[in-house]
Structure formats: structure tokens, C-alpha cells
């Protein structure tokens, strides 16, 4: 008979591990879950600050708020306003906070705060399709001819609306300017003149207001960029250095806005910013931002507390499989059962090492002595071990109370031991004593403790717990793992002594 091909089930297990691999950048890039279970993303609190002279009538102010500024992302909001109702209106791109107020008079201070973290993959939400087209400008001579022959020379240097911005601001900071630009300079903002300029040349162009983050500021103020519409998206310059893009540190509060603020019943407002730089984990941002991802509802965080912890638990059982699997199948570590070294290790994880081995071997041994006692019984298999079961529990029964009354709460801890594998595993410890002698129980025993203590250790690692729970679809890797170790032939490591003769006699 023809050996059936192997080829299908290696490519079946590279796609296992593939899809496993996807899935989990896929989750970290979706949902921003970090692969270190430390690690920290920083966050600005900015607090807008709003002051003016009410004069005793209805107050309404409105103030201009961002909504996905490109390059961060809004966690919260909030305000603090005593006294004066408050409330988020949108209409198209024009987010703005109002407070109101039936009657009023004096100063006023309202505060509006804003929680946002750096994030590269956000960009602005296409809330409206309309075609961009510029404003109409007027001039008047001597100023019209100046900004013709500007645009020209300009204009004979670009082929886009991205290098015809920067050809202007070059003319306009020039060191040494001509006649026509030092006539438009003459008592004129900069940046306003050039909005003006770039949509006379129909190029759609407006002034944006940013905001620099610097830890631990305050009373500071908007500054000017320059945005131009190149017929797909808007495109941000510093107007005086023709420096394409927002730095860093850069968030933009005022885009498609008329005004920054409005006041109505009042008089000589002020708009004031504060900041404060602050480290959060990164999970925690995840998890509060999960809801909203497209993968959120995937999260092991949307189950009930009490279910993310037995799931915390069960999630590392693969992992110990896996080291189980490489010791017994690539070393060749006898144990005594094959799944007894998995169950042991996460009883480890929740007793801690020292105390869980004490109370493993303390068990077992009580256990044994037990055993021999049934087995002069001659009782049936069934019965022997239901009994053997009864007295595993009576066993950590009284260990528990003994080491609760000498002061070792880890004492307690010995309940988390699975009582039928325990009793299964003294009853073939039994047997094998008196089929194969005390030496074959005590090999078996300590290979058993060790494979449980090697998964103990790989289980207790803190990205091992993090990935795990985090990365749920990282298992399909191990469960491809774990197939390809079964296909494995090979000499088991503890052979190669066993055939060290064999080798010597060849020489």
C-alpha cells in the first residue's frame, strides 16, 4: 500500500501557524493590545480654559473642540462648569462644547478637559464628500498687480499645489525681499496673506489652530498652520518654514471652524490651555478602547470577571501541553501519565512552587501508605478507587487545617490539586510498585515533578500569562507545534546513552 503524502498535512499546519501569527498582529494593530505586558503609552491632559465679563443676561459660550485629530485619539471628555449647563453639538466638522446659563454677570471661568494618546494610525473621519473650492479673493492696486507677478514667479517653480504652497512661503520669508512682497507684508499677517494668495492662485487654503504639547504648561495659546486642499486631503505647513506635516508634539484643535470661540452675553473672553503628560499602561487604553475596535467583541475583557479568571487559568493549559509534549516525545522523560505533569503545574501556579511540591509529595506518600492497606482488602477496582478518592480529600483536608493552626496559609492552597487525577496517579504509583519495584515509582514520580515544574516555570512567566490571555489566537501556533512534534521519530535525547556502546564499538 502506498504511503499517504505528508505534504497536505505540514501545509495544513503552516497555515495553523500562519493564521495564528495574522491573527495576533491583527488584534495588536486593531485593538492596540502591546506585546509586552508592561509596557507604557503616554497620555495629555489638556484643559481649555475659558474666561470673560458676563453682564447679567443669558450667557452662551461655544467653543470649538477637536473631534480625531490626526495623529491622537480622544479617551474622554469633560467639563467643569458650576452652575451652567453643558453640552457637545456637532454640525458636519464643527464640534464645539456650549455652556449656557439663564442669568449671569461678572467674571466667569469654565473649564473643558481632554484626555488623548498619541496614535499614528488615526486620521481624520471623512464626515462630508463636498468639493473643496476656493474662496474668492479681492484686491485692490497696487496690491493686485503685486500678488500677479508673486504667483508667477511661483508658479514658473511648482507643478503642484504641495510645491506652489512652498514656492510662496520661501518668496514671503525671503531675507531679502522685493518690491512686491514688502508692499503686501506692509502691516499684514503672514499666514493670512498667504491663505489669501493660494486661493487666488485656486488653490483652497485656511488657517488651522494647533496646540504644542509641553509637559507641565499652562496659560499657553493656539498657534497658526497653514492647510491647503490638493483635490483628495487637506495638507498641513508650517507657514514659516514651508515644512510640510504636524510634528510630534503637535495636536490640531481648530480645523474646519469659523471661529475658536463665540460668547454671546458677554464681553472680553479668553481661551487659555494647560497640559500635563501622564504614563498609563497600555493595556489598560486597550482594554478601555476595546468596545469600539473592530475586533473588541473577540475580547476575552467583555466576559464576566469571574469567567476572565478561570479563562486566565485555562488559557496557559496549552502551554504546559506543549513543554509536556518536548519532553516526553524530543527527551524521552518518563512520567507518570501523560496529562499528570499539566495538572500538577498549574495546581503550582496557583500554590506557588515550594508549597505546592510539599504538598504534592505529602499526598502521594500518605496516599501510598494508604493503598497498600486497600490492596489487602481485595477490593474491586470501582470500589478501590472511590475510596482512594475519599481519602485524597480527608488527606488535604487535614493538611489544609494543619497548616492553617501552624500559620501557613499556603496551607490551603493544597485544595486546587485535581482529586481524581491524584488518586488515579497513586493508584498506578501501586501498581507499579508491585510490578516493576520502587524504582520505576520513584523514576516516574520525579520525572512527573520535573516536566511540572519546567511547565510550572514557562507558565508562570508573566508574558506567558499576558500573550495567552491577550493573544487567545496565538494557541493555534502551539496546536501546530504540538502536531509537528507528533510526526517526530527521531532518537529521544536520554536514548543516545543507551547507545553510546554501540558507537564505541564501531570505532
Excluded: C
Excluded at 311 to 316: A, D, G, K
Excluded at 413 to 425: G, R
Amino acid at each position: 500500500m502506498k504511503p499517504r503524502s505528508r505534504y497536505p498535512f505540514y501545509f495544513g499546519t503552516f497555515l495553523l501557524i500562519t493564521a495564528g501569527i495574522l491573527l495576533a498582529v491583527l488584534r495588536h494593530v486593531e485593538m492596540g493590545i502591546p506585546w509586552l505586558a508592561g509596557e507604557q503609552r503616554p497620555v495629555w491632559m489638556v484643559e481649555a480654559r475659558v474666561d470673560f465679563v458676563a453682564q447679567g443676561e443669558p450667557v452662551l459660550v461655544s467653543l470649538n473642540i477637536p473631534e480625531d485629530p490626526p495623529g491622537f485619539s480622544i479617551l474622554s471628555e469633560q467639563a467643569a462648569s458650576p452652575g451652567y449647563g453643558f453640552s457637545i453639538v456637532e454640525e458636519g466638522r464643527d464640534r464645539r462644547a456650549e455652556w449656557t446659563i439663564r442669568d449671569a454677570s461678572g467674571p466667569q471661568t469654565l473649564y473643558f478637559m481632554v484626555q488623548m494618546t498619541p496614535d499614528s494610525s488615526s486620521q481624520p473621519k471623512a464626515r462630508d464628500q463636498r468639493v473643496m473650492q476656493p474662496e474668492v479673493v479681492y484686491w485692490e492696486e497696487p496690491q493686485a498687480t503685486a500678488v500677479q507677478q508673486i504667483l508667477q514667479r511661483a508658479a514658473q517653480k511648482s507643478s503642484t499645489p504641495e510645491s506652489m504652497t512652498r514656492e510662496l512661503i520661501k518668496l514671503l520669508q525671503s531675507d531679502d525681499p522685493d518690491q512686491n512682497t514688502a508692499l503686501l507684508l506692509n502691516n499684514t499677517n503672514e499666514i493670512e496673506l498667504l491663505t489669501r494668495m493660494l486661493n487666488h492662485a485656486n488653490i483652497p487654503a485656511r488657517v488651522v489652530d494647533s496646540l504644542k504639547l509641553e509637559d507641565a504648561r499652562r496659560r499657553q495659546g493656539l498657534r497658526q498652520f497653514l492647510q491647503i486642499h490638493n483635490g483628495e486631503e487637506w495638507l498641513t505647513f508650517n507657514a514659516q518654514t514651508a515644512r510640510q506635516g504636524l510634528p510630534e508634539d503637535v495636536v490640531l484643535w481648530r480645523e474646519d471652524s469659523a471661529s475658536l470661540i463665540d460668547l454671546t452675553g458677554g464681553s472680553d473672553s479668553q481661551v487659555s490651555f494647560a497640559m500635563l503628560r501622564q504614563t498609563v499602561p497600555a493595556l489598560q487604553l486597550a482594554r478601555s478602547e476595546s468596545e469600539s475596535n473592530g475586533l473588541g467583541f473577540l475580547s476575552l475583557y467583555q466576559l464576566p470577571i469571574e469567567e476572565q479568571s478561570m479563562f486566565r487559568m485555562l488559557l496557559l493549559l496549552p502551554l504546559g501541553a506543549l513543554v509536556v509534549a518536548f519532553m516526553r516525545i524530543v527527551i524521552g522523560v518518563r512520567t507518570s501519565g501523560t496529562f499528570m505533569p499539566v495538572l500538577i503545574a498549574v495546581a503550582f501556579v496557583q500554590t506557588s512552587l515550594v508549597p505546592g511540591l510539599v504538598a504534592f509529595i505529602s499526598v502521594v506518600a500518605i496516599g501510598l501508605l494508604l493503598r497498600s492497606y486497600l490492596s489487602s482488602l481485595n477490593l474491586l477496582l470501582v470500589s478501590r478507587i472511590s475510596a482512594l478518592i475519599i481519602l485524597v480529600i480527608f488527606i488535604t483536608t487535614g493538611i489544609s487545617i494543619v497548616g492553617y493552626q501552624m500559620g501557613f496559609s499556603t496551607g490551603m492552597t493544597v485544595t486546587f490539586f485535581p482529586m481524581v487525577i491524584l488518586a488515579w496517579t497513586i493508584e498506578r504509583m501501586s501498581i507499579l510498585w508491585e510490578e516493576e519495584g520502587p524504582r520505576e515509582v520513584v523514576t516516574q514520580g520525579a520525572g512527573s515533578l520535573f516536566v511540572a515544574v519546567l511547565a510550572y516555570l514557562a507558565m508562570s512567566v508573566p508574558l506567558a500569562g499576558h500573550l495567552t490571555f491577550n493573544f487567545p489566537e496565538l494557541h493555534l501556533v502551539v496546536f501546530g507545534i504540538v502536531l509537528l512534534l507528533g510526526q517526530y521519530t527521531g532518537y529521544k535525547l536520554t536514548e543516545l546513552s543507551r547507545f553510546h556502546p554501540m558507537k564505541v564499538y564501531d570505532k
